[in-house]
C-alpha cells in the first residue's frame, strides 16, 4: 500500500509539474504573450525614435540663432507621431504630480534613509560582535561607484540646452515670433490668472499637462475640420479687416482734404493781412485837420531885463 501510495504521489506531483510546464507554455506562447511582446517591442522602437529626434533644427530663430535640440524633442513628443512614448511620458508626468501632492516625498525619503543606514549599521556591529567580522564590510564593493567626467559634462550639458529651450521659447513668445502660440500663451495666463484663485498649483500643473499633450492630440485627429472652421475665420476676419481698412482710407483722405482747404484759407487770409500791412503808409499832414492858424504868432521882438539893462537881440523871424 505505501508503495501504490508513493506511486500515486509521485504520478500525482508529475501530472501537476506536467499541467503547469503546459500552462505555461500555453500562456507564454499564446496570443496574449504575444500580443504583449509586440507591444513592449513596439513601445521600445517608438522611445528610440524619439531618443534620435533630438536634433538641432534647421530652421534658425527670428533672430538667426540656432535653437537647441529640445525643440525637435518636444515637437515630436507632443505631436503623438509616437503615440506609445506620447502617452507614457503624459502618465508618468501626471504621476509625478499626484505623488508631489499625495505623498510626501521628503519625509519618506529620510524614513528610507534612516531606515537604510541603521539596517547597515545594525549588521555590522552584529557581524563584528558575534562573528569577528562585520557583514556590511563582505558586501562592500571593492571600489566605489563614481561618475566619469563624459556622464558629468553630457549631464551639464544636456542641463544647458534643456535650459536654454525654456529661455528662447519664453523670448520666442514674448517678442510674438509665432502669434498663434503668443496668443495661446496670453489666454492661458489669463485664465490661469483667475483659476489661480481657485485651483492649487498642483492642479494648475494638472490642467496645463493635460492642454499641452491634448491639443495637439485633438488637433491632428481633427485636422481637416478644425483647419476648415480657421480658414473660415481668417477669411472673416481679413473682410472685416479689409473694410475697416477701407473705411479708415476714406475718412483719412476726407480729413486731409477738408485739412488742406482750411490751410489753405487761414495761409491767404495770413498773406492778405501782411500784404496790406507791408503797403501802408503815413498820409500827408495837409490832409490833416489842424491849420497853421491854429498856432500863436512867434514873437519878433526881444526880451528886455531890467535888471541888467542887456537888450536882447530881435530873435529872426
Known amino acids: 500500500m505505501a508503495t501504490d501510495s508513493s506511486a500515486n504521489g509521485g504520478y500525482s506531483v508529475d501530472t501537476l509539474k506536467g499541467n503547469a510546464q503546459a500552462a505555461y507554455s500555453q500562456l507564454a506562447n499564446g496570443p496574449v504573450a504575444a500580443n504583449m511582446k509586440d507591444q513592449t517591442a513596439k513601445t521600445g522602437a517608438e522611445f528610440s ?56 516625498i521628503v519625509r519618506y525619503f529620510l524614513k528610507f534613509t534612516w531606515m537604510a543606514l541603521g539596517t547597515t549599521v545594525l549588521a555590522e556591529v552584529a557581524g563584528k560582535t558575534i562573528l569577528g567580522s ?75 499637462t493635460t492642454v499641452l499633450f491634448l491639443a495637439p492630440l485633438i488637433y491632428s485627429s481633427n485636422q481637416e475640420l478644425i483647419d476648415h472652421y480657421v480658414q473660415e475665420g481668417s477669411n472673416v476676419l481679413n473682410s472685416q479687416t479689409e473694410q475697416l481698412r477701407q473705411v479708415a482710407s476714406k475718412h483719412t483722405s476726407q480729413a486731409t482734404e477738408i485739412t488742406k482747404q482750411y490751410m489753405g484759407d487761414y495761409t491767404a487770409k495770413a498773406q492778405s493781412m501782411l500784404h496790406r500791412g507791408g503797403s501802408a503808409s503815413p498820409e500827408p499832414a495837409s490832409k490833416s485837420n489842424i491849420k497853421e492858424a491854429d498856432f500863436p504868432e512867434a514873437p519878433k521882438q526881444g526880451f528886455k531885463t531890467e535888471a541888467d539893462g542887456i537888450k536882447q537881440e530881435p530873435l529872426a523871424a
Open 49 to 104: 525614435n524619439l531618443a534620435d529626434s533630438r536634433r538641432t533644427p534647421s530652421k534658425p530663430a527670428a533672430t538667426g540663432q540656432p535653437l537647441t535640440h529640445y525643440h525637435s524633442f518636444f515637437s515630436e513628443l507632443l505631436s503623438w507621431n509616437n503615440p506609445r512614448a506620447s502617452a507614457i511620458a503624459y502618465a508618468g508626468i501626471v504621476a509625478v504630480i499626484f505623488s508631489a501632492r499625495y505623498i510626501d
Open 134 to 208: 562585520g557583514l556590511a564590510s563582505q558586501v562592500r564593493p571593492r571600489k566605489y561607484y563614481t561618475l566619469s567626467r563624459e556622464t558629468i559634462d553630457a549631464a551639464i550639458g544636456d542641463v544647458h540646452e534643456l535650459v536654454n529651450f525654456f529661455v528662447i521659447e519664453a523670448q520666442r513668445i514674448f517678442f510674438a515670433e509665432n502669434v498663434p502660440a503668443s496668443v495661446t500663451a496670453c489666454i492661458g495666463a489669463l485664465i490661469s490668472y483667475y483659476l489661480v484663485k481657485i485651483v492649487p498649483y498642483w492642479g494648475l500643473a494638472l490642467i496645463g
